[in-house]
Nanobody, 127 residues
């Protein structure tokens, strides 16, 4: 049974940094991703933030986080990371990690294509 667990969320001020982690990844997960959803904004769907194809390390980012966020993996620790820098209040959300066996490149940031999800960790950025 796949159990993904996020950790490392918290509260920071604008311009600050946070790293969130996701334990429980498996070798069979060729696609790993970070997604976020702000429950305080009704109707806003869960959006893809960053993803990584584990076989070759190729990464994918949403335009809104390019140059600020970095996704990485530690296969020895079965852990996925998201380093977030230059945070703004618009980055405030619940952050989820997710895994999928195999995805085409154009689907790497599509939450509907992921099979396994963690419970999420809250990130709050104050102005």
């Amino acid at each position: 049974q796949v159990q993904l667990m996020e950790s490392g969320g918290g509260s920071v001020q604008t311009g600050g940094s946070l790293m969130v982690s996701c334990s429980g990844t498996q070798y069979s997960h060729t696609a790993l991703g970070w997604f976020r959803q702000d429950p305080s904004t009704p109707g806003k769907e869960r959006e893809g933030v960053a993803a990584i194809y584990t076989r070759n390390g190729r990464t994918y980012y949403a335009d809104s986080v390019k140059g600020r966020f970095t996704i990485s993996q530690d296969t020895a620790k079965n852990t996925l990371y998201l380093q977030m820098n230059s945070l703004t209040p618009e980055d405030s959300a619940m952050y989820y990690c997710a895994a999928a066996p195999l995805l085409p490149a154009k689907m790497m940031l599509n939450p509907a294509r992921y099979d396994y999800w963690g419970q999420g960790t809250q990130v709050t950025v104050s102005s």
